[in-house]
């Protein structure tokens, strides 16, 4: 449910602070049994992010959390994790600490916190300490490899699209191999990269900041981390936001986010399809008009696609052509937010121009290969959690599957359908994966669009379903990933805002 992104310098400030791989130095109060919930929990040192030499948010506070690598062993070998926090600017009025989650698997809390943090600061008045911090694997915290070669980072390989004939050997081959490197060189730090120990990990932050309870703001995969924190902490939740979260399903996980995308992207593509096609196209500068209506726009791209597959089309960027998978990932990509429309039409335009010159300008997304740790805690993540199907059966039901989802989904061309390095796995998940109900207090409040290309409504509606009387989902009439503060969507603004300040829901599932 993530992409690749860029590195901000606070990241890099933070990384500074952070040890790069975990020790089995035990001092002071952390090397207690830090995730028994009685023994003392380690203190953060806070420090200024902002550097003289480097400059940074001068607002921004960071700090080093350490966890123990297994919460089984709380007193053996410890990761670090990077911890930034932005101060109530009230504290006469402060009520308490609003954690912040970021997507992925693979997204830094730190870099969203940065991202959102002063328009979320202005919507709740600063009455919040905002505190995030990046997961196990990401960002500034410890990090691990599996030492992947290039080819099999990119974007498009990482997420198993199958070749241009539908045919997925290459991707049987490349996941078995990414599944033999992780196992070889990821390491115990890589085999602790789970939901359920980031669910711990928050937990030991709780109760390091001295808190008795927490806000949460969870978005796409942190809205399922936070789901899953307020079913097994849930006298440790106040007010709790999840925003743009998919089916809880405990026995898929993954495997079912991944399957929803092919009817997600159907329900989505009309909206970037009435954008391509409105006759203001061609007057208004924000794009070129792709054609004269909708259903053009689509067989547009279906026809480009698939002649890209055939001759690939020299792009900026030198030894990596547009493919017609390159082109599907970019419009997943763009789909998640209207302002990627303009440079998506563009990509199109430039892709079916008839002037050999010209050569498109790929996304960063689909423009170069992921760095390694960037890949392995996404793939780490996803089959470490749950386990999936395996064996020779296995095998050829994915081939099965690719070829039905092409024919019922030809704009994501099967990839939801497709194998993963999940498949041939070294280790069985430690655990088996929450299991969320509707036991708990009833402080949810859920928050989605009807046309989310990542985490659909239909699979946001089963979440809806297990939490019963705990959630109210706040239904907004709109398309793209991530709602609050994200779309100008004022209803759907205020009503989460509202929430914060107040505590007080809508008395009944409604609509923005």
């Known amino acids: 449910m993530t992409t690749h992104r860029s590195r901000t310098l606070l990241l890099i400030l933070c990384a500074a602070t952070v040890a790069s791989a975990f020790t089995a130095t035990n001092t002071g109060a952390a ?27 001068a607002h921004q506070e960071c700090a080093t959390l350490p966890v123990p690598l297994d919460y089984s062993d709380p007193a053996g070998p410890r ?35 940065t991202q959102k943090g002063p328009a979320l600061q202005k919507s709740v008045g600063g009455v919040y300490d905002l505190v995030s911090f990046d997961p196990r694997g ?19 390989t990482l997420r ?76 440790r939740t106040d007010r709790w936001v999840i925003d743009s979260v998919a089916d809880p399903n405990p026995e898929r996980l ?18 970037f399809a009435s954008w391509a096609s409105d006759p203001d196209r061609a007057t208004d500068g924000e794009g070129p008009r792709l054609a004269e209506t909708p259903a053009r726009v689509r067989q547009l791209f279906l026809d480009l696609a698939a002649r890209l597959d055939g001759s690939p ?9 547009l493919t017609g998978n390159r082109l599907r990932q970019a419009l997943h990509t763009a789909l998640y937010s209207d302002g990627n429309f303009p440079a998506l039409a563009k990509l199109i335009d430039d892709a079916r121009s008839t002037d050999p010159s010209v050569r498109p300008t790929l996304p960063p997304d689909v423009a170069g290969p992921l760095p390694d740790a960037d890949a392995a805690v ?16 296995a095998v050829d039901s994915y081939r099965r599957a690719v070829r039905s989802d092409r024919l019922a989904h030809p704009l994501t061309a099967g990839f939801p359908a497709n194998i993963t390095p999940c498949s041939f796995w070294k280790w069985d998940p430690a655990e088996k994966p929450t299991r969320i109900t509707d036991r708990g207090p009833a402080n949810i409040l859920m928050i989605q669009n009807r046309r989310d290309p990542s985490t659909p409504y239909f699979g946001a509606l089963k979440m809806r379903e297990v939490l019963g009387e705990r959630a109210r989902l706040v239904s907004v009439d709109g398309g793209g990933h991530g709602v609050y503060l994200g779309t100008g969507n004022t209803c759907a603004n205020r009503t989460v805002t509202d929430y914060l300040l107040t505590g007080v ?5 409604t609509d923005c």
């Open 138 to 156: 990401t960002g500034g915290s410890t990090r691990a490899a599996c030492e992947l070669p290039a080819d099999d980072r990119h974007l498009t």
């Open 160 to 235: 198993s699209w199958p070749a241009p004939t539908g045919g997925i050997d290459a991707n049987i081959d490349r996941s078995r191999r990414t599944a033999e490197l992780c196992a070889r060189n990821g390491g115990p730090a890589l085999r602790s990269f789970t939901s359920l120990n980031e669910v711990r990990d928050m937990e030991l932050l709780r109760r390091a900041l001295g808190e008795t309870k927490l806000s949460a703001w969870g978005t796409s995969y942190g809205a399922y981390i936070a789901a899953s924190y307020a079913q097994k902490f849930p006298h």
């Open 313 to 321: 089309r020299a792009s900026t960027t030198p030894g990596v052509p």
């Open 79 to 113: 990761l670090s994790l990077a911890v930034s926090r932005v101060r109530s600017e009230r504290p006469a009025e402060r009520r308490g600490v609003l954690m912040v989650l970021p997507g992925g698997p693979g997204g830094s809390g730190v870099q969203r916190l």
């Open 378 to 393: 996404t793939i780490a993540v996803i089959c470490n959690d749950v386990r999936w199907p395996r064996g020779r059966g």
């Open 505 to 509: 829901r809508p008395r009944r599932d």
């Open 31 to 57: 090397s207690a049994q830090a995730g028994d919930g009685r023994s003392p929990a380690p203190a953060l040192d806070w420090q200024p992010c902002a550097r003289p030499d480097l400059g940074g948010p």
């Open 254 to 271: 993954a495997q079912g986010w991944l399957r929803n995308t092919s009817q997600a992207v159907d329900d989505r593509f009309p909206d």
